[in-house]
């Protein structure tokens, strides 16, 4: 059964195009239901957990965390007591989002929207890692049409979008968000229709079943 992560660039249509691909092979498709079980297992609000969501931490958190581990009675005012001691609420929320993403690629037939998946399960056999890209000005008059909002309001917004998850993946995975590295299939949107993107996603989840399970095999020998 397979698994595919999804990456995107803001206003790119990746949302709408990996909800697709999931429906078309019958497959869950996890995105705004892993910030839900995030809330329940933290105990927090679902608009808490979105606050969190594929964030770094704040400057207050790591000033938190620093004072904690050198002294646990120095913790800054107004910071109430974490959850977990050692952890500000961003790493908690990111460690229990490894723990979901990790038990979805277990059960198979997932298609997994976000949330640096491709990195989380970059080690695991048989996972298709796609990302969807466009320039920026395609994406820019996307949000503009799909919010109704202004040309200069929409480029604010996808440029804030796409550095707030660059930075969390370089804190959290020490990893550049930007890089070609993880995918198996990087598509433009505004060279290539919604169909055409389903089409050639699908094809690739087929050729990647017929491939070596072992990925030593894929190695070039010396």
């Known amino acids: ?42 105990r927090i609000s679902e608009a ?54 990790r038990e979805a690629a277990l059960t198979g037939n997932v298609v997994i929207f976000g949330h640096g998946a491709q990195f989380i399960l970059a080690k695991q056999p048989g996972v298709l890692h796609v990302r969807f890209i466009a320039p920026l000005a395609f994406r820019v008059e996307r949000v503009m049409q799909r919010a109704t909002i202004s040309r200069a309001e929409a480029e604010r917004r996808v440029k804030e979008e796409d550095q707030r998850r ?22 433009n949107t505004s060279l290539w229709d919604e169909e055409t993107c389903i089409r050639l996603v699908l094809n690739a989840v087929e050729e990647l079943a017929r491939q070596p399970k072992n990925n030593d095999s894929a190695q070039p020998k010396r």
């Open 166 to 187: 660059a930075n969390s993946i370089r804190q959290f995975y020490d990893a550049d968000w930007n890089a070609p590295d993880p995918f198996h299939l990087i598509l």
């Open 48 to 101: 808490t957990a979105s606050a969190y969501d594929e964030r770094a931490e704040a400057f207050i958190e790591r000033l938190s965390r620093v004072l904690w581990l050198a002294n646990p009675g120095m913790v800054p005012i107004g910071i109430s007591d974490p959850p977990l001691l050692f952890e500000s609420t961003t790493q908690a929320f990111v460690q229990v989002t490894r723990q979901l993403v």
């Open 1 to 42: 059964m397979p698994v595919i992560t999804v990456s995107r660039l803001t206003g790119s249509g990746g949302a709408k195009i990996g909800q697709q691909i999931a429906d078309r092979l019958g497959a869950s498709y996890l995105n705004t239901q892993i910030i839900r079980e995030v809330a329940q297992r933290l």
